[in-house]
């Protein structure tokens, strides 16, 4: 089974300076997909930084309605620990139409390399990539020398 042929990925949220203020992705449709993982990115993360990937839900395309799923990957930063790694979050079977991330960084500060999101589980495949994603290649054995 191969991963882009069964698996649409977006970036849903831009890459983010340190700071200490929540993040919120861009919305995804989760119509015709059985689950989304959502996997932050992290840079440079201060000792003592309090990290969280939720997801949130909602019927409404724009938002309006979103709540919290509780499903929350959390980290607090020792020295050095968190830079370069990565939270992940997967939304399995929800039960409303559109969901988004959130990622909250308190306490300290942490610099986010973006967010992406990955819908997975699609009721039709092959899939088309995102907007996003600008070039995409599937290959089969090794390249011959």
Not at 11 to 38: C, H, K, N, P, R
Not at 62 to 77: E, S
Not at 117 to 131: C, E, F, K, T
């Amino acid at each position: 089974m191969n991963f882009l042929k069964n698996n649409k990925l977006a970036v849903v949220e831009a890459t983010a300076a340190a700071a200490q203020t929540a993040l919120t992705s861009d919305i995804v449709d989760m119509d015709g997909y059985e689950s989304v993982t959502f996997v932050a990115l992290l840079g440079d993360v201060t000792s003592g930084s309090v990290l969280g990937l939720n997801v949130e839900h909602g019927d409404e395309s724009g938002g309006g309605d979103m709540v919290d799923t509780t499903l929350n990957a959390t980290f607090t930063a020792g020295a050095s620990d968190a830079d370069s790694k990565i939270l992940a979050v997967e939304h399995h079977k929800p039960l409303k139409r559109y969901a988004r991330a959130v990622l909250t960084r308190t306490t300290q500060n942490a610099v986010v390399g973006g967010i992406i999101a990955i819908l997975s589980g699609p009721r039709v495949a092959p899939v088309s990539q995102d907007a996003t994603v600008i070039d995409h290649e599937i290959g089969i054995g090794a390249p011959s020398a």
